[in-house]
């Protein structure tokens, strides 16, 4: 199954850090993981991406668990901009993404 | 550079009405993408192209033709519109360099409602 599991919603407070869950516990070796975030009525946008460490960018940072069935999207600091629907995302294949419902994140002022 | 571009953005039709989805993007990506947004769900794949002249079947083809006009240009077209495809349509591109963990990058939707 090239799936995830993330929780429907979160909910966290402005400039705060926020942790994002992500379950792919029958990944394989050579997957990615990406995540994608999707503002209200807009398209998805590319956040991050890894495949065994950890990794950073100026929007976020991604950590893999060691046996890489689970990772975690991290926001450090939350503004109002950021709520949104986070989709984390098993590449399988060619460059194919399959979106679950990913995570409603609220972020309360 | 615009990245990728859609037209039209919202569109009504009759059912059994035909209509073409068009995207294009400038940033001399090889592949192509479409993707339907149904209300509350996340995104599925209806077709994709993965150089200039191939065509590939996603994860709901049905009620759907493509095609891959050039490098720049991959249109979507509905033969015979029925209810059931009211969605947001996304089209996307990449630069399918051949490994893994290529980002995609997605146009702003074309909303459609068949009635």
């Known amino acids: 199954d090239a799936k995830t599991t993330q929780p429907n919603s979160m909910e966290s407070n402005e400039e705060e850090p926020v942790h994002l869950p992500c379950n792919h516990s029958?990944?394989?070796?050579?997957?990615?993981i990406h995540w994608y975030r999707q503002l209200p009525s807009q398209g998805p946008e590319y956040v991050i991406h890894?495949?065994?460490s950890n990794v950073n960018n100026r929007m976020a940072s991604l950590a893999i668990a060691e046996d890489r069935k689970s990772s975690t999207l991290i926001l450090h600091r939350a503004t109002l901009r950021d709520a949104a629907v986070y989709y984390c995302?098993?590449?399988?294949?060619?460059?194919?993404?399959?979106f679950g419902q990913g995570t409603r994140l609220t972020i309360n002022p | 550079n615009a990245g990728v571009t859609q037209t039209p953005k919202f569109q009504v039709l009759k059912t059994g009405q035909s209509m073409t989805l068009q995207c294009a993007q400038d940033?001399?990506?090889?592949?192509m993408y479409w993707y339907r947004q149904d209300p509350g769900m996340g995104l599925r794949l209806i077709y994709y192209?993965?150089?200039?002249?191939?065509?590939d079947k996603g994860e709901v083809p049905n009620g759907y033709n493509v095609s891959r006009l050039n490098k720049r240009e991959f249109s979507l077209r509905l033969e015979s519109a029925a209810p059931s495809q009211t969605s947001v349509y996304f089209c996307?591109?990449?630069?399918?360099?051949?490994?893994?963990?290529?980002?995609?990058?997605f146009g702003p939707g074309t909303r459609l409602l068949v009635l």
């Open positions: 996307a591109s990449s630069e399918a360099t051949g490994g893994l963990g290529e980002t995609q990058y």
């Open positions: 029958t990944i394989s070796g050579t997957d990615y």
């Open positions: 890894g495949l065994t």
């Open positions: 995302i098993r590449i399988q294949g060619a460059q194919k993404l399959v």
């Open positions: 940033m001399n990506h090889n592949s």
């Open positions: 192209s993965a150089s200039e002249g191939t065509t």
